[in-house]
């Protein structure tokens, strides 16, 4: 069973100037056009990763021969879209992204993936530079099924950070962003201004996205969801109605109008239009934000670690993968995309374009990174600290998406003004029964 109390390790070693040569050398004797001429179709959540896929396509296109299908759907769509292909036996990709956080245990009961290990064992398939002890222990635990089998290659590692508007806090006085979660609602209290049309926060209100905001704010109460063995809910608690009563009166008395409906991609637009002076989310979203093109605050923005909890002080963090389906047309060129994909350089380029925090270890001991990187100093500062402080921010169960679904209504009940402790009790009796049934299974 993973461990979700389990931090993230953050320390790689810089490579030796001798290695870097040896291993260049190696990935130039590779052959990476042993499939040259076949085709592969992927299929993405859209996300600030799958945007970096997309861009590179031609790379890899140059680098191997294979062409590429290329499909991004929101992760709403994408999960039942995957869900139901695989059950078909009949999947139309080739390579998929996963949410492990998601479809962990779905994954493994249902064995949809193919097992990577015997790719990673030959010699012939695989870069020498591929370097499986890269990858984080944490992500690497999500990856691996209690029987061995590795699902998939670990692609990102989101952590949820608090982005904050300088300009807005400064004029207000406010020097620094909140270090715990009483100042972080008095400083949105006395942002917010309803007659300017600024907001001292915005975060996530739609069923099913909200649950993920909710089990942060939990997670600072040194609380989770669910019980460690996964068989009893845990949401309707003292600390979890107090979490509860803590997100009602910030989304409420602090964010916009229509708030309730907001997914991540509405709270980044409302942010970057300067309409709000705080988003807790993840740090995968940072890129648009110093977009010129897109962003109107980029000279204003401010990466912060989330803040403090009365009891705790966690981030949350989830981690997806790649993965082969167990019936792909075409497994062997799909494992070239996945070692490419979530091979080094490619993780390099996910840290500095910001894109998100990748799996890999190596990424966070390159000085260049930091240096050439669009982003300041504190967003890889803010990485850091959240790496060490991180937390697993859903339970690891079958029903996950259900789970969001039913506790996610009464989230989105509690935004509108519903009582908090009827509406957590409500959903919690709900989702048990389910809970108890997948166990069973």
Known sequence: MIRRRRLLQTSA????????????????????????????????????????????????????????????????????????????????????????????????????????????????????????????????????????????????????????????????????????????????????????????????????????????????????????????????????????????????????????????NECQTTFMQGRAAMWWDGIGFSAPLLDKTKSKIVEKVGFAPVPAGPKAHHCATFIDGMGIPATAKNKKAAWYWLQWITGKEMQYEQLRSGAGTPARLSAYGRDDIVKNSAFPQEWFDTTGVSLKIARAGLPVIVPVTEFRDTIGVGLTNIVGGADPATEMKKATAAFQPVLDKANEA
């Open 13 to 264: 070693a810089v490579l030796a100037a001798p290695a870097i040569v040896e291993r260049a050398n190696a990935q130039s004797a590779f052959d990476w056009k042993q499939f040259k001429g076949q085709s592969l179709e992927i299929n993405y959540q859209l996300s600030p990763r799958g945007d970096l896929a997309k861009r590179n396509l031609a790379k890899f296109e140059e680098l191997t021969g294979i062409k590429v299908g290329f499909e991004q759907i929101p992760e709403q769509q994408q999960r039942p879209k995957v869900a139901m292909e695989m059950a078909t036996g009949h999947p139309s990709f080739d390579a998929v992204n996963v949410g492990m956080h998601v479809q962990k245990r779905l994954v493994e009961k249902a064995k949809w993936m193919e097992d990577l290990r015997p790719f990673i064992a030959d010699k012939s398939m695989t870069n020498p530079n591929f370097d499986l002890a890269d990858f984080s222990a944490p992500s690497m635990a999500v990856a691996t099924g209690a029987d061995g089998r590795i699902n998939v290659l670990p692609l990102n590692q989101d952590l949820f950070i608090l982005f904050y508007n300088k300009e807005l806090l400064a004029e207000k006085g406010f020097k620094a962003p909140p270090k715990t979660y009483d100042e972080m609602f008095a400083m949105a209290k006395a942002l917010t201004d309803p007659a300017k049309g600024i907001y001292g926060f915005v975060g996530r209100g739609l069923k099913n996205a909200n649950v993920v905001l909710y089990d942060n704010i939990l997670l600072g109460f040194d609380q989770e969801t669910v019980t460690a063995d996964g068989k009893k809910l845990l949401t309707d608690t003292p600390a979890a109605i107090e979490a509860a009563t803590w997100y009602q009166k910030i989304m409420k008395e602090c964010g916009p109008p229509g708030n309730i409906g907001f997914n991540w």
